[in-house]
Nanobody
């Protein structure tokens, strides 16, 4: 079964760090461009970060720049999102998604053809 599975979420204090993982099962991840999205309760889904299939290009939402780092290890079929200096407003369910065609409109969800079920990140003291 082809699926993306996120992990690494949890409860962290403001200023803390978490590393999220997105693992592909049933297919080889290196063919795909991967994005991280998040959705907080009562809010619209937001694009967080994007990485091209071989990791040459990365993009970030303004809210993530300077604090989050996206990376990938294709040998492990995994994409990571390192989140530092977390804030309460980062609280959300975080999802990864894959796309076949590179797009500058990734943050809209455009071109993403498969999504994981998400992992919850809660930033609270």
């Amino acid at each position: 079964q082809l699926q993306l599975v996120e992990s690494g979420g949890g409860l962290v204090q403001p200023g803390g760090s978490l590393r999220l993982s997105c693992v592909a099962f049933g297919f080889t991840l290196d063919r795909y461009h991967i994005a991280w999205f998040r959705q907080a309760p009562g809010k619209e889904r937001e694009g967080v970060s994007y990485i091209s299939n071989i990791g040459r290009t990365t993009m970030y939402a303004d809210s993530a720049k300077g604090r989050f780092t996206i990376s990938r290890d294709n040998a492990k079929n995994t994409v990571y999102l390192q989140m530092n200096r977390l804030k309460p407003e980062d609280t959300a369910v975080y999802y990864c998604a894959k796309g076949t065609v590179f797009t500058n409109l990734w943050f809209t969800g455009s071109g993403m053809d498969s999504w994981g079920k998400g992992t919850l990140v809660t930033v609270s003291s």
